[in-house]
């Protein structure tokens, strides 16, 4: 595998971006967004670069990883967004797509729900996504709540990382600048998600953020679109990012190489 920095230019300015690419032809092409609560990150953190070498590895596919610009010191919606769907384009420029070969777009946590808005943006374009990967996305304002019983064991558990509605809506607020009329890509739950390519969703057991991702695997199965799910048992929120070693994180590794090499989900 080879790992090469590139530039996007994009409508805020050049886009950093790493390319990973296997040994022998790629049987796949993703791009791939690093979670972080849209402000924090970068393509050095394992749930980017290692990630990005795993997927690379496991699912023999030339992996893109974004550098998206962080929200915060006035930056907010839509810039990051902007920044990920320069990139697709750029992707699709860059690498004239061989017949056969899938297209996917996929990220972590917040980077999953720039990965929604991008895949929407796409259906709605002329550039549409064969594949959907998101882990543990962070997907929805306000949020669903965790059911009781898993919130009383994570409590009993030292160490298991919380995310409590305020942190979420100090994620929100960094991210499009306020928590009221948010536009439907920035949490893209809210946004109309038929004619969405086959999504694979992997999930933490433990993460107060688990209810988002479910409930967007019910609205995506709602309007006909396939979605397979996979739940790494007893990880927090950000597994990948945490503990990439982890039988389990490997496990999910496993799930989205499967549903990334595949023509099918399920």
Excluded at 174 to 198: C, E
Excluded at 222 to 250: F, K, T, Y
Excluded at 256 to 262: D, F, G, I, P, R
């Amino acid at each position: 595998m080879t790992t090469e920095d590139c530039l996007a230019e994009g409508p805020h300015g050049p886009v950093p971006l790493r390319v990973y690419t296997p040994v022998g032809h790629p049987a796949a092409t993703l791009l791939w967004m690093h979670g972080g609560g849209f402000g924090r990150g970068t393509l050095d953190w394992p749930e980017a670069h290692g990630v990005s070498a795993e997927l690379a590895s496991r699912a023999a596919a030339r992996i893109v990883s974004v550098d998206y610009r962080l929200a915060g010191a006035g930056v907010h919606y839509p810039v990051p967004l902007d920044d990920v769907y320069a990139a697709w384009h750029w992707l699709a420029s860059a690498f004239p797509r061989p017949e056969g070969e899938i297209r996917a777009i996929g990220g972590a946590s917040a980077g999953a729900a720039l990965a929604l808005g991008c895949a929407i943006r796409g259906r709605d374009g002329s550039l549409p996504a064969d594949r959907l990967l998101l882990a543990y996305p962070f997907a929805h304002y306000p949020s669903p709540a965790l059911d009781a019983a898993t919130a009383r064991k994570m409590d009993a558990i030292p160490g298991i990382p919380r995310i409590p509605p305020a942190s979420i809506e100090d994620m929100v607020m960094g991210y499009v600048g306020r928590i009221t009329d948010l536009p439907p890509l920035a949490l893209p739950g809210a946004a109309r998600l038929d004619g969405l390519p086959p999504t694979a969703i992997a999930l933490s057991e433990y993460d107060d953020l688990r209810p988002s991702g479910e409930l967007l695997s019910r609205q995506l199965t709602s309007v006909g679109v396939p979605v397979s799910h996979h739940v790494a048992a007893r990880m927090p929120h950000g597994h990948l990012n945490q503990q990439l070693s982890h039988p389990e994180a490997s496990a999910t590794l496993t799930f989205l190489s499967a549903a990334l090499h595949s023509r099918t989900v399920g």
